[in-house]
């Protein structure tokens, strides 16, 4: 198997804080093409009682894709980055990410299996606060495909 | 006040029936806009825009990212739930690339229903399709709306 099984339940320490700014926001909202004004108005975000303009569904996959990296890039694992494809991608919001935070995202490894020659691994990054509040539960599965 | 193009208006729970179908979208993505999403989301893998090294990992094209049409899919929840940040959940499978060719691009074809109602917690689970090039690219796509 072209994963490291033993990685199965395996947590890896918080990453360093990423600071959710106005910019990347609009940014990422422009190309999803997310044209709600809650994403670039700030007046319009405190009307609907945010704290300042929140960030599109997927905007998450940002900070999550860091945590992944360490799995993906921790020489124990055996992952060959280049046979990776993205299978599954699910995003729990416990309140929408907003300009101004700053995000820790612990990475848990969940599963390692085989299937049809390929190993699956699924990653669970818990992007929290600083001071811990939960805001966002990523949950990925990687494929990473088997050799010939 | 300016005048927005969401209103922020969030459909009530009781006026929300199952089977209900939301406005439907087509989404063009042509190379431009692989690469301002390769810039806003920070995957800047080569499949993505450079279709020689594409092909030469055998695919058949430049093919979008998955998080890209996932990202641009779930528009057609936001723009019907009023407020992105009313989406509390929103997990797919990738089931099929979107091949992007240099001269025409690709369609992304959206729809969407109302598979479930919870009215205790108000919230309402929207089903997502999304074909491209006459086939699903989206699997499990399921979006879970916060309503009033």
């Given at each position: 198997?072209?994963?490291?099984?033993?990685?199965?339940?395996?947590?890896?320490?918080?990453?360093?804080?990423?600071?959710?700014?106005?910019?990347?926001?609009?940014?990422?909202?422009?190309?999803?093409?997310?044209?709600?004004?809650?994403?670039?108005?700030?007046?319009?975000?405190?009307?609907?009682?945010?704290?300042?303009?929140?960030?599109?569904?997927?905007?998450?996959?940002?900070?999550?894709?860091?945590?992944?990296?360490?799995?993906?890039?921790?020489?124990?694992?055996?992952?060959?980055?280049?046979?990776?494809?993205?299978?599954?991608?699910?995003?729990?919001?416990?309140?929408?990410?907003?300009?101004?935070?700053?995000?820790?995202?612990?990475?848990?490894?969940?599963?390692?299996?085989?299937?049809?020659?390929?190993?699956?691994?699924?990653?669970?990054?818990?992007?929290?606060?600083?001071?811990?509040?939960?805001?966002?539960?990523?949950?990925?599965?990687?494929?990473?495909?088997?050799?010939? | 006040?300016?005048?927005?193009?969401?209103?922020?208006?969030?459909?009530?729970?009781?006026?929300?029936?199952?089977?209900?179908?939301?406005?439907?979208?087509?989404?063009?993505?042509?190379?431009?806009?692989?690469?301002?999403?390769a810039g806003a989301s920070l995957d800047r893998n080569?499949?993505?825009?450079?279709?020689?090294?594409?092909?030469?990992?055998?695919?058949?094209?430049?093919?979008?990212?998955?998080?890209?049409?996932?990202?641009?899919?779930?528009t057609v929840v936001s723009d019907w739930a009023g407020?992105?940040?009313?989406?509390?959940?929103?997990?797919?499978?990738?089931?099929?690339?979107?091949?992007?060719?240099?001269?025409?691009?690709a369609d992304i074809e959206v729809s969407a229903l109302?598979?479930?109602?919870?009215?205790?917690?108000?919230?309402?689970?929207?089903?997502?399709?999304?074909?491209?090039?006459?086939?699903?690219?989206?699997?499990?796509?399921?979006?879970?709306?916060?309503?009033?």
């Amino acid at each position: 198997m072209p994963v490291n099984a033993d990685f199965q339940g395996r947590t890896y320490p918080p990453t360093k804080p990423y600071g959710v700014s106005a910019a990347k926001i609009r940014e990422f909202a422009d190309a999803v093409g997310s044209t709600d004004p809650v994403h670039v108005d700030a007046e319009v975000a405190r009307a609907r009682g945010y704290a300042d303009v929140i960030a599109p569904p997927t905007f998450a996959v940002l900070i999550a894709q860091q945590c992944d990296r360490q799995l993906i890039t921790d020489p124990e694992a055996g992952i060959d980055f280049s046979r990776v494809v993205h299978g599954e991608e699910k995003f729990v919001h416990h309140r929408p990410l907003t300009a101004g935070d700053s995000i820790v995202g612990t990475l848990h490894v969940d599963g390692v299996r085989e299937a049809g020659g390929h190993a699956m691994v699924t990653t669970r990054s818990e992007l929290a606060t600083a001071t811990g509040e939960p805001v966002c539960t990523a949950t990925s599965t990687l494929v990473i495909r088997g050799g010939e | 006040m300016t005048e927005a193009r969401t209103t922020g208006r969030v459909p009530v729970c009781a006026e929300v029936t199952v089977g209900e179908k939301l406005p439907a979208k087509t989404i063009h993505v042509d190379r431009a806009r692989l690469v301002q999403y390769a810039g806003a989301s920070l995957d800047r893998n080569r499949i993505h825009w450079d279709e020689r090294f594409a092909k030469s990992v055998g695919l058949p094209d430049v093919i979008a990212h998955g998080m890209f049409t996932m990202g641009s899919a779930v528009t057609v929840v936001s723009d019907w739930a009023g407020d992105a940040g009313r989406i509390v959940e929103y997990g797919v499978r990738f089931t099929k690339p979107v091949v992007v060719s240099y001269e025409e691009g690709a369609d992304i074809e959206v729809s969407a229903l109302v598979k479930a109602v919870d009215t205790e917690e108000r919230r309402a689970t929207v089903e997502l399709t999304a074909k491209s090039g006459g086939q699903k690219v989206l699997g499990k796509a399921l979006a879970v709306v916060q309503l009033d």
